[in-house]
């Protein structure tokens, strides 16, 4: 266990976290050019923290990230940060938007966070798992939507 340790000054930690977000009335935005663009903000603004990700994935309408945060920074001023300054940079990057969400309110209140010690490599088959799930229930979902009269 001590390989898995990180340090500061006069600490040893091992702080991880399973964090849930989603964009403002959990719209299906997460797709092709925001999705690549959030990735490299998310990225980016970690790296300025000192957060390292150690999974993540952007599900069509809302985010996974397994994060190890250090202990100075607590997971609430974190998530803050996180959703505020990615607003505004993918707001700056795609004007248009602003149209969409006005006010630069690019996701929705609140989190869900919940914090991993023994379970991590659960956490991580899940949120790896997550979208085969996901378009699993959705090719069993289209089905209703299909005409029957037409013979398709």
């Known amino acids: 266990m001590a390989n898995k340790l990180n340090s ?9 976290y399973h964090i849930v977000f989603t964009p403002k009335y959990r719209r299906k935005i997460i797709y092709n050019q925001y999705r690549r663009d959030l990735q490299g903000i998310l990225r ?3 790296q300025y923290k000192g957060v390292k990700i150690l999974e993540g994935h952007m599900m069509p309408d809302h ?3 397994l994060v190890s945060i250090p202990p100075k920074i607590s997971v609430s001023s974190f998530m803050g940060y996180l959703k505020g300054k ?4 993918i707001f700056d ?3 248009n938007l602003k149209y969409k969400f006005g006010n630069r309110h690019f996701w929705a209140e609140g989190y869900y966070v919940s914090t991993v010690v023994l379970n ?3 956490i991580r088959k899940y949120i790896r798992d997550q ?3 996901d378009q699993a229930q959705d090719r069993l979902s ?3 939507y299909e005409d029957p009269f037409r013979g398709r």
């Open 63 to 65: 985010v996974h990230l």
């Open 142 to 144: 289209v089905k209703e």
């Open 44 to 46: 980016l603004l970690c």
């Open 8 to 16: 500061l000054a006069h600490t040893k930690w091992l702080c991880k």
């Open 131 to 133: 979208e085969m799930n």
């Open 86 to 89: 990615s607003s505004l940079m």
């Open 120 to 122: 991590e490599s659960t």
């Open 93 to 95: 990057k795609h004007a």
